[in-house]
């Protein structure tokens, strides 16, 4: 396996961030009432992700260690408010809908702890790479969410009616509350998938 | 004619007149003298030749100026070497000082490094934002437009404030005629103020009823929609409105229900009051 | 502001609109700081002295440097450094004066500068444009609710320990679940109206 194609199963499912790491589920929970939200999210954040990622790794040899973490945060929140604007200029209605979680790109711990973990490390072509997995991998986690929540809430997927109409629609799972009990089976299956290939990785050996 | 010939076959003697000294061998040939058909006897043959250019005499009299000018510009650039020398051991020094001062780790470089990042992000996004500008404001303008033209529905109106207060809006087609008013009102629903839009054309008739935020429970769908056509009720109708009269609410909504009307209500009460105080 | 207003904005700080069960805002900390109530509540502490510090800085940033200047598409640059500066004073501050504290708080501390929480309040102070008293009064009252929430959160999951579960849901799922459970408590407090 060629280390790219580790990096992107890396982002996607060894340490995928809100599923394995357990990152960024503030706008996992707020935003995944409906598919096309989360997708919005997910390419919003993983554009910044990408692109701070290069900047900092990039500018790695001249940042000082006691400021780092205040550089990372500017470069981010610099990406951040470009993509807050280019949003609301060219995709005004997903700019709504997404509201106050944009500008909240920002302190999502996934993009900060790639760039201290990795990019503050490593060379611009792999940072870039680990933005793009991670980002894949914070995406998808989003739409797993997501669909279940949109699904069973509203019977749609992407606005689209998939349920028959005599399908009930489960009100509380497009709210608050069905947003953590939806994310947390998520979660609870990713993990029951992992722990089952430990084991058989563990019984093969 | 054969004396002419003759003579001319003799080797000649060089004339007196135009010397040429045998150190300085002169690079062009020396013209051929024509036969002038005049013998020894008389004058020298006067030279119709051409007459050479005076290099000598022209490298005489400029020579000093050149020795000069080399030696003044040879001079000129001996002291232009030392002046850059001494200026670039002036940068350099100046270059060793600040790499003491902002060395990597200490306090002018944190803040220089630090202020670097936000002057260029803040450049970054100062251009970002007068490119996006126009774009975002006409998008908020069409949105505008289209929410409050929501309640005229087949219509294609632009919106302003009014002198009717800050909730009242009017409407306007393309040719500038008043069409009708849209009015913002924010009634108490059971979990929260609903914002809504009531549309009232010029004959004081509800031309269309949105809402635009709600918290409600109950009563809308998970698109926000109100269900059951509710606010298809008030279209065409002059007001006041009531539930049970004319108005069906929706059924296990009575509170969501009866907030809406009472929205419209404010919404027809709102104009009344402002149009004719 | 009337003492109505007042308890009209507590209500719906603390229990209408929970920064954290109902605005999803603060789970990182939420979720990471309530294993006991003793962590849960420094923690809470903490985070209320920063929500209402920071959101008092950056309404006078808002206020003095970024609308006078124009700028106010930095208001997201300047509001997380100003939030960082202050989380590494309060940092500094506790190591030297509750070094306990400080130890227990571990990694959770700094991570205060990536709380959705405090950032949020100022970014909700800022579009509601109110005054400084009206604005640090709300990020104090919405702290108070995420203080809330956590401690609640944190008494019932020192509770899960004796329970029983599926191992796939051991840790966060299971906590999750519980907020959940927990969230839709607080939906009962919607429409509540005392004025």
């Known amino acids: 396996m060629t280390q790219t194609m580790r990096q992107f199963k890396n982002g996607l499912v ?30 919003a954040a993983t554009a910044v992700l990408i692109c701070s990622n290069v900047v900092i790794s990039a500018l790695r040899k001249l940042i000082p260690d006691k400021i780092r973490i205040a550089a990372f945060v500017v470069v981010i929140a610099g990406f951040v408010t470009a993509v807050d604007y280019l949003l609301q200029a060219f995709a005004p209605a997903l700019s709504d809908s997404l509201g106050m979680f944009i500008p909240l790109i ?51 997927l992407f606005e689209f009616t998939i349920l028959p109409d005599a399908f009930p629609k489960i009100d509380i799972m497009g709210q608050p509350p069905g947003g953590f009990i939806v994310l947390g089976v998520v979660i609870a299956v990713m993990q029951a998938v992992r722990n089952r290939s430990k084991a058989k990785n563990a019984a093969g050996l | 004619m054969n004396e002419d010939f003759a003579e001319a076959a003799e080797p000649r003697e060089p004339v007196s007149g135009v010397t040429e000294p045998a150190s300085e061998p002169s690079g062009e040939p020396v013209p051929d003298e024509p036969v002038t058909g005049s013998g020894p006897d008389g004058a020298p043959p006067k030279p119709p030749y051409k007459k050479l250019p005076d290099l000598k005499g022209v490298m005489m009299r400029t020579g000093p100026f050149l020795n000069a000018a080399g030696k003044g510009l040879r001079a000129a650039v001996r002291v232009t070497a030392a002046v850059l020398r001494v200026i670039w051991r002036i940068l350099c020094a100046i270059g060793r000082f600040l790499h003491r001062v902002f060395r990597k780790d200490s306090i002018p470089n944190l803040i220089l490094v630090l202020a ?10 100062g251009v970002i934002y007068t490119v996006t500008g126009p774009q975002i404001e006409a998008a908020r303008a069409e949105a505008f437009d289209a929410a409050m033209g929501e309640v005229f529905p087949g219509l294609e109106l632009a919106f302003v404030k009014s002198s009717f207060g800050e909730n009242v809006y009017e409407g306007r087609d393309a040719d500038g005629n008043l069409a009708g008013f849209s009015i913002l009102v924010s009634p108490d629903g059971y979990s929260g103020p609903i914002g809504m839009i009531v549309g009232v054309d010029l004959r004081r008739e509800v031309t269309g009823v949105t809402v635009v935020s709600q918290r409600e429970t109950r009563g809308f769908d998970a698109k926000g929609t109100m269900q059951n056509g509710f606010l298809e009720q008030f279209a065409g109708k002059n007001g006041p409105f009531a539930l049970g009269n004319g108005i069906d609410a929706i059924s296990g909504a009575t509170i969501s229900s009866e907030a809406v009307t009472q929205g419209v209500n404010d919404a027809l009460a709102l104009l009344d009051r402002e149009i004719q105080p | 502001m009337t003492w109505q207003g007042l308890i009209t904005m507590s209500l719906g700080a603390i229990l209408i609109e929970n920064f954290v069960l109902v605005r999803f805002l603060g789970i990182c900390p939420f979720l990471g700081v309530s294993k006991k109530t003793d962590t849960a509540l420094g923690m809470s502490m903490a985070v209320i002295f920063v929500m209402t510090a920071a959101s008092a800085a950056t309404w006078a940033v808002q206020e003095y440097i970024l609308i006078p200047l124009g700028v106010e598409y930095m208001q997201t640059v300047a509001f997380i450094l100003v939030i960082a500066a202050l989380v590494q004073l309060v940092e500094m501050f506790l190591q030297k004066a509750v070094p306990a504290l400080y130890k227990s708080l571990g990694i959770y501390l700094p991570l205060i500068t990536t709380n959705c929480a405090v950032l949020g309040v100022a970014i909700i102070n800022a579009d509601n444009g109110g005054g400084f008293f009206e604005s640090v009064l709300f990020a104090f009252l919405s702290g108070v609710g995420f203080a809330f929430a956590l401690l609640l959160f944190s008494s019932i999951r020192q509770r899960l320990e004796f329970a029983e579960y599926p191992e796939a849901f051991e840790g966060f799922p299971i906590a999750l679940v519980t907020a959940g459970l ?8 919607t429409g509540l109206k005392i004025f």
Do not use: H, W, Y
Request: neutral net charge; glycine residues 10%.
């Open chain 1, 106 to 156: 920002v302190v999502n711990c996934i993009i900060l702890a790639r760039a201290e973990a990795f990019a503050s490390k490593n060379g611009v072509v792999r940072s870039a790479i680990d933005g793009l997995a991670m980002g894949m991998g914070f995406t998808m986690a989003l739409i797993f969410v997501a669909a279940v929540r949109e699904l069973l809430s509203a019977g749609t």
């Open chain 2, 116 to 125: 670097l990042l936000t002057a260029v992000t803040a450049a970054g996004l």
């Open chain 1, 14 to 43: 060894d340490q995928n961030p809100t599923l394995v790491l357990l990152l960024g589920m503030c706008p996992t929970l707020a935003v995944s009432t409906s598919l096309t939200n989360a997708v919005g999210m997910g390419l």
């Open chain 3, 182 to 189: 927990l969230a839709l408590a607080f939906t009962g407090f």
